[in-house]
Each structure stands twice: as C-alpha cells, then as structure tokens.
C-alpha cells in the first residue's frame, strides 16, 4: 500500500513514553476477571518497555510497601483463575489525608510513577483523592460485579456473577417445582438491580424486586391474584438492597397476601463473586487493562477505562463516581410481562 509506513511498536512508544515503572492493584472486593485485567497489564507494560510492579491487598499493600515486581512468567496462567492473585482489601487507613500521604511517599521510594486501579467506586475514590493530593496518574478498570459504575456498559465480572446467579437459579427451581414452593433467592446488588435484572430474565423469574423500582410488591400480587392460569411454584428475585427489604422481609410480606403458600428464601451470597470468569469477562479485561496501560504510559491521568457500544472509552474518575448508571428498566418490564 502506496505512503503507509510501518514503525515497530517498541520504537512508536519509546518517543511517547512518560513513564519506567507502573504499579497495578486491586482493591475492594473481588470479581471473576481481575486476574485476566492484572496478566494485561503485565503483558502490555513489559511489550511498550516499562516495568510493573504488583501492590498485593489494594491500598493497605501500598501503606505497608508490599511490593512484587511483575514479569510475563508472572501472569502465566491465570486468565481462567477467580480472584486476584494479588489479593485485595478495604484499607480505613487510607480514607485519611496522612494515610495517603504515607502512601505516596512508599510508592515513590520504589519508583512507581503511575498506577493502575482495578475496583469499584471505593476504588476509584481513593484514587481521585490520591492524584489530587500527590500527583501520581492513576487510571482505573472497573472491577466489581455489581455493574454500577459510570462509564462502562459493562464492569469485569458481571456476566460471570449473572452466569452464576442463573445456574444456581436453576437448580433451586428443580426443588422448588418438586415441593411446589415459592422461593424467594437473593442476589448481590446493595445500591443496584443489575445484577437482580438479569438473573432474574436468564431463569424466567415470576417477579424482580430492584432499589431502582418501587411498589413491586403491589404490582406482583394485584398480577397472581388476577391471573387466570395456576402455577404450582414461583421463583422471586430479590437484589440484597431492594427499597421493600431483604428477601426475608419480602418473604414475609407476600405470604400474608397468599398464607396459603410455602415460601422460602436463598441467599446466594459470595459464591456470585467467585469460579471462573466467563468469556465474555475475560475479554473485557483483557482490553480494558491493555487500553489502560497504554493510555498511562502517554501521560493519562485521572481517568477510568470502559466500554461503551464495544468501544473502549475513557471518563473522568469523578463522572464515573458522582454520576448514576441507568438500570435497564425496560428488562424488569419485560420480565413483567412474560410473567402474566
């Protein structure tokens, strides 16, 4: 092809290069997929010449200097591993000024010039704080099953979590058939229906209880006492923060509707945010942390990582934190209407 010129990428980035050595961690709690972000970030460091340095258990590990340099033997092998292998943490430590300031100076002892941040609003908090005081660039990746976050369509481990949430779904629906119950199963999701809304639509749930949306307990019990067809068992979603209450609460409140019912309730609990990341997330995190990466090392700052329509996108840390991401409120009318 006739004037394109190919520059070998090693020579590309060396004139753009900001920066030597990066530090990457994690922080908050786990999601399937963070370990296939670290192997990116690893991988693409090292290929654009800089070296990485692993921070184990989040902010807490740069309090305490707990530092691993990172090579490519480093990460083989655990795109398909659940967790992270540099483990994570809450940090109260480093909600304080002097905490961060103790932070930084351990950081610039070991030479790390820039960061990046694999978590959740906590996550990127600390690390809109930590650039503003002490002028380390930071870039974030959004890691949390929760899908709450500003700026992406998706965060990594949220298809993983919702596979999980499905198939335990499913297998609680073989008893709940067999005993003719109705089982009302709790998902994570303390400030979002995500997680709730797409479970709920992946098993064919009767009903999703979400914070998002109010007097669904009035809708769901005016629709079973109208409905003409009889159904011998009925599975309910309920999201751990929904405004109506817990699922035990919520259990309670339709029983007195139809005493004539034998209800149970499931709290999945931790086991949505282990196993091993669908592939879906183990994509995403690949390209989440290989954009990142790069987007650091050309001197960006202050900055999150995510997808938008397939599209790797960039936001500010603080749009990511002060604004709202939209519930799909059209899946929960959905759901409504296959349930009639």
Same mark, same amino acid.
């Given at each position: 092809?006739?004037?394109?010129?190919?520059?070998?990428?090693?020579?590309?980035?060396?004139?753009?290069?900001?920066?030597?050595? %990066?530090?990457?961690?994690?922080?908050?709690?786990?999601?399937?997929?963070?370990?296939?972000?670290?192997?990116?970030?690893?991988?693409?460091?090292?290929?654009?010449?800089?070296?990485?340095?692993?921070?184990?258990?989040?902010?807490?590990?740069?309090?305490?200097?707990?530092?691993?340099?990172?090579?490519?033997?480093?990460?083989?092998?655990?795109?398909?591993?659940?967790?992270?292998?540099?483990?994570?943490?809450?940090?109260?430590?480093?909600?304080?000024?002097?905490?961060?300031?103790?932070?930084?100076?351990?950081?610039?002892?070991?030479?790390?010039?820039?960061?990046?941040?694999?978590?959740?609003?906590?996550?990127?908090?600390?690390?809109?704080?930590?650039?503003?005081?002490?002028?380390?660039?930071?870039?974030?990746?959004?890691?949390?099953?929760?899908?709450?976050?500003?700026?992406?369509?998706?965060?990594?481990?949220?298809?993983?979590?919702?596979?999980?949430?499905? *198939?335990?779904?499913?297998?609680?629906?073989?008893?709940?058939?067999?005993?003719?119950?109705?089982?009302?199963?709790?998902?994570?999701?303390?400030?979002?229906?995500?997680?709730?809304?797409?479970?709920?639509?992946?098993?064919?749930?009767?009903?999703?209880?979400?914070?998002?949306?109010?007097? *669904?307990?009035?809708?769901?019990?005016?629709?079973?006492?109208?409905?003409?067809?009889?159904?011998?068992?009925?599975?309910?979603?309920? &999201? *751990?923060?929904?405004?109506?209450?817990?699922?035990?609460?919520?259990?309670?409140?339709?029983?007195?509707?139809?005493?004539?019912? *034998?209800?149970?309730?499931?709290?999945?609990?931790?086991?949505?945010?282990?196993?091993?990341?669908?592939?879906?997330?183990?994509?995403?995190?690949?390209?989440?942390?290989?954009? &990142?990466?790069?987007?650091?090392?050309?001197?960006?700052?202050?900055?999150?990582?995510?997808?938008?329509?397939?599209? %790797?996108?960039?936001?500010? +840390?603080?749009?990511?934190?002060?604004?709202?991401?939209?519930?799909?409120?059209?899946?929960?009318? %959905?759901?409504?209407? +296959?349930?009639?």
């Amino acid at each position: 092809m006739r004037g394109f010129l190919l520059i070998p990428i090693t020579e590309f980035w060396f004139d753009l290069q900001l920066m030597k050595r %990066i530090g990457v961690f994690c922080s908050g709690g786990d999601s399937p997929g963070m370990n296939a972000c670290i192997r990116a970030v690893v991988r693409t460091g090292i290929a654009l010449d800089a070296e990485v340095i692993g921070i184990r258990n989040g902010y807490q590990g740069m309090l305490d200097g707990d530092f691993i340099r990172l090579n490519s033997g480093s990460v083989s092998n655990i795109i398909q591993v659940g967790g992270t292998i540099l483990k994570t943490s809450r940090c109260k430590d480093f909600l304080q000024k002097e905490g961060r300031a103790k932070a930084a100076k351990k950081l610039r002892e070991e030479g790390i010039e820039g960061l990046i941040c694999i978590g959740g609003d906590g996550t990127y908090t600390g690390a809109m704080l930590f650039e503003a005081e002490h002028g380390i660039p930071c870039i974030g990746c959004p890691g949390t099953i929760d899908n709450d976050l500003f700026g992406t369509d998706y965060t990594i481990g949220f298809h993983t979590a919702v596979n999980t949430a499905m *198939e335990a779904i499913d297998r609680i629906r073989d008893t709940a058939e067999s005993h003719a119950r109705v089982f009302f199963i709790e998902v994570m999701g303390r400030h979002s229906g995500h997680l709730a809304l797409q479970a709920g639509l992946a098993s064919g749930a009767e009903g999703i209880f979400i914070p998002e949306k109010t007097n *669904e307990m009035q809708l769901i019990v005016q629709r079973l006492k109208n409905r003409k067809r009889k159904k011998a068992f009925s599975i309910f979603i309920v &999201a *751990e923060g929904d405004e109506e209450g817990r699922a035990f609460e919520i259990a309670n409140e339709f029983q007195k509707s139809f005493p004539e019912t *034998e209800t149970r309730v499931s709290v999945l609990g931790y086991i949505q945010r282990g196993g091993s990341p669908v592939p879906e997330d183990r994509i995403l995190a690949t390209r989440l942390g290989c954009e &990142a990466v790069q987007f650091l090392l050309k001197g960006g700052k202050n900055m999150a990582a995510g997808i938008i329509g397939n599209q %790797i996108q960039m936001t500010p +840390l603080q749009e990511t934190i002060q604004k709202k991401k939209d519930v799909p409120l059209d899946i929960w009318a %959905i759901n409504e209407l +296959l349930s009639h």
